[in-house]
């Protein structure tokens, strides 16, 4: 199977769903809680200004639409199964979203807030301005006026609260819902049996609408935190030129299939991800990579869906579309880590889930304190007024027992502890993506902030992977029917996909001697039998490490000198031999990535150690360890694919918090073990990857880029936290006093979320101490510059 057809594979397939009562980005993330509970669900997105849920299944799991609406149902919230977008609707949607941070003005909250603006603007100019709040026409239309905010504005509360007393379960709808009715419902009452007092239509029309208002502004705020995804979301043109016999053909981009051919013009978009079957270009990647600089392009590169074709004319031959293409891979990784929790996280939901059941009761608890003592509670209030400012109490028990219940309620809503968490990864993942850095989900934040070690794969990783063979040695003696070492080496190597082996492979040309049986040993190197002349025997050819050609039983006291002296120069030597005979060895030299050195010492700085580990010999890896700054006890040599996962093992046993950076497939069970794994890989490896963060570039300043960018998240994360419980600790007491009045709670209530909301965005200012770029320019030298000089007698 290609590599496509198994990332096709691999693609979670998806079912859409809208969800009726998903008010807020707190809704939204207990529908999210709701269908990830669902046995087989992958990762689940949301958006609350159209309502739909998204819940993406594994791969080996039948999708179940009504296990999923069964437990959204029980979460408190109306479900049916939808139609998924048709091709285009969610760029469009995405536009939308980003010009005005949801739906259009007057649809969702945008009702609520003009409305409601104009009735309470009103009734406070006439409460506030003309003093005309005693008056008897001004009650009447204050009643009037009230009644469609209350009934029409309110009706989304009303609804939410309801759905989720049905599934025994309360929010913070329910308590508007009984604080602005409470408000209303008094006026009404004392309106029509003319009480003397003070009437409530304003407070209970600024409940709400203070709260719509919050709402709307969150949305807004929301939408702009989202926009990394929403600009992945539009980066897929909605056609494509394909070639059809000999005419072009636009077509709706979903109408291609695998195997279409399709032509781009310099200036274009890739629609979907393929192979260039015909000519040469260069390609701007920097929307999925991160990396600014153009990528060169010829017949049998790769190209992706949602990069731009820049300078040449292409045809590519479509290999995946839709959810199968890289572009789909990476906005399902930002999906799921914005829907992701983390477990810090599970604090708050835990308070949460007894808040407001509590608020009720303390609100009944300060109504009948304000009811049945009323001069108790006036005194208190007037006391604490020396410390704190005049309370706002009403003038009879009734009224102030029903105000300051009223302000408990609304006071005490837990928007803001619901959105301390969710917020801060939405930005933290989005801000991470722009630079070419995918977080899987919460929990990598809280891992990286606990690590103390920073371990390094050497090839690919901390080094280029672009390996040259700076010199052969071919040692006298060598039996004269054997051809020269180099053309053995590369008929040896060019099976194998190890970048050693492809170097080594094009070391000679094309026509290379035939062999039997070939074998690669995974980490060692690769061995088959090399068939002689007639009546001469058969013999085992084997290239790869010293320490495995030492293990067969090969002699290789003669290239000890060539051995020590490339090893000082931080080069990979590879034995080539023929049973028990050393016929060649082959210096290979891989350089550091630009600013490696610099990157360790920033490591460093920041508290962590820095290690290397690596399948090199031991002179080979040190020598490199030197060079980028890395002690030589936290240096790994000679250590086998499948024995790194044991060498984090012993380093976490030590009590180190270890995050493993390799590249991501042959390192897969290293990355597991890792207590954090960072991989480096190409846009088409996403949904395979076993790592909790994910580097598409090779630009090493990614790596503290990342940790850094993760560990601010997880301060920003504990600040919301604070504010929240602070917030609420405060602000529940002083309604009960009476120092809030129900309209300053509802503003204050909305103030705190906009704060957690500000907070995390401030995530978007956060810039890296060394800037993420691309920077490594091809290395000049050449394979086939290699000498060869033959060499007699043992070192």
């Known amino acids: 199977m290609s590599e496509n057809s198994t990332a096709a594979a691999e693609i979670p397939h998806a079912t859409h769903f809208v969800v009726e009562g998903m008010t807020c980005q707190n809704c939204a993330r207990k529908v999210q809680q709701a269908a990830q509970s669902v046995a087989g669900v992958a990762s689940v997105s949301t958006q609350v200004d159209t309502g739909r849920l998204t819940v993406r299944w594994q791969t080996d799991t039948a999708p179940n639409a009504q296990a999923v609406i069964l437990a959204v149902r029980q979460a408190g919230y109306g479900i049916q199964e939808a139609a998924p977008p048709r091709a285009g609707e969610a760029s469009a949607s995405a536009s939308a979203t980003g010009r005005m941070g949801g739906s259009p003005f007057w649809a969702g909250w945008g009702l609520n807030v003009g409305l409601g603006g104009m009735v309470t603007l009103v009734l406070l100019l006439g409460e506030w301005a003309t003093h005309w709040s005693m008056e008897r026409w001004f009650l009447w239309l204050s009643l009037a006026l009230a009644t469609p905010v209350q009934f029409v504005c309110g009706a989304r509360f009303y609804q939410a609260a309801w759905r989720q007393l049905k599934a025994w379960q309360a929010n913070m709808d329910l308590l508007v819902a009984l604080g602005s009715s409470a408000a209303y419902g008094f006026s009404v009452w004392g309106l029509v049996t003319n009480y003397p007092g003070h009437l409530y239509f304003l407070e209970a029309s600024a409940i709400i609408t203070l709260i719509s208002v919050g709402h709307w502004l969150e949305a807004r705020t929301s939408a702009k935190a989202a926009s990394a995804l929403q600009t992945l979301m539009t ?180 928007c803001a502890m619901g959105l301390a968490t969710p917020t801060a990864i939405m930005a933290a993942a989005n801000v991470a993506a722009r630079k070419g850095i995918l977080i899987r989900d919460g929990q990598a934040l809280e891992k990286s902030g606990r690590i103390t070690m920073v371990l390094f794969d050497k090839t690919g990783t901390l080094t280029r992977g672009q390996v040259t063979c700076a010199e052969v040695l071919e040692l006298a003696g060598n039996p004269a029917d054997l051809p020269p070492v180099k053309i053995l080496a590369a008929a040896l190597a060019r099976p194998s996909a190890h970048p050693l082996s492809q170097t080594l492979a094009r070391l000679a040309p094309t026509e290379l001697p035939t062999l039997s049986q070939w074998q690669e040993h995974r980490g060692k190197g690769v061995q088959a039998v090399w068939e002689s002349a007639p009546g001469r025997g058969n013999g ?152 909790d963060i994910l580097l598409l570039q090779s630009d090493l300043a990614a790596v503290p880029a990342a940790l850094g960018l993760a560990q601010q998240a997880l301060r920003v994360i504990k600040q919301n936290l ?69 060499f007699s007698g043992a070192a």
């Open 235 to 414: 980066l897929a043109p909605p056609t494509a030129r394909v070639q059809r016999q000999l005419s072009e053909v636009e077509v709706p981009i979903g109408q291609l299939r695998p195997g279409d051919t399709v032509v781009l013009r310099p200036g274009d978009r890739v629609p979907a991800d393929g192979q260039v079957s015909f000519g040469e270009s260069t390609v701007d990647e920097s929307m999925l990579t991160g990396e600014p600089l153009p990528v060169p392009k010829q017949r049998g590169d790769s190209v992706y869906a949602g990069t731009v074709n820049q300078s040449g004319r292409l045809l590519v031959r479509v290999q995946a579309t839709g959810e199968q293409t890289a572009l789909a891979h990476i906005i399902a990784a930002v999906e799921r880590a914005q829907s992701s929790r983390a477990e810090i996280q599970r604090l708050g939901d835990r308070v949460s889930s007894i808040f407001v059941p509590v608020v009720v009761l303390v609100a009944i608890l300060t109504g009948l304190w304000w009811g049945l003592n009323y001069e108790s509670a006036s005194a208190t209030s007037r006391q604490l007024a020396h410390f704190l400012w005049p309370a706002m109490v009403p003038a009879t028990a009734l009224a102030a027992a029903i105000i300051q219940a009223v302000a408990v309620l609304i006071v005490a809503c837990p």
């Open 540 to 691: 085992v050819l084997r290239l790869g490490s010293l320490s495995w050609l030492e293990e067969a039983g090969v002699d290789l006291s003669p290239a000890a000198h060539f051995t020590r002296e490339w090893g000082q120069r931080a080069a990979t030597v590879v034995g080539l031999s023929l049973e028990r005979r050393l016929l060649g060895v082959f210096a290979l030299q891989d350089s550091l990535k630009p600013a490696a050195a610099e990157i360790v010492a920033q490591l460093q700085q920041h508290g962590k150690k820095v290690g290397m580990i690596t399948g090199d010999h031991p002179h080979t890896a040190h020598a490199i360890a030197r060079t980028a700054g890395i002690a030589e006890e936290h240096v790994f040599a000679g250590v086998r694919p499948e024995q790194k996962a044991e060498v984090l093992r012993q380093l976490q046993s030590r009590g180190e918090k270890v995050a493993f950076v390799g590249d991501g497939i042959n390192d897969a069970p290293a990355l597991k073990q890792a207590d954090l794994g960072i991989a480096v890989s190409r846009a088409s490896d996403v949904a395979r990857e076993a790592a």
């Open 722 to 790: 604070f504010w929240a419980f602070f917030y609420n600790a405060a602000a529940i007491p002083l309604a009960a006093m009476g120092f809030l009045s129900p309209v300053l709670c509802a503003a204050t209530m909305g103030l705190s979320d906009l704060i957690v909301i500000g907070n995390s965005l401030r995530l978007y200012r956060w810039q890296p101490p060394i800037p993420v770029h691309h920077n490594s320019p091809d290395i000049s030298s050449s394979e086939n510059s290699a000498t060869s000089r033959p």
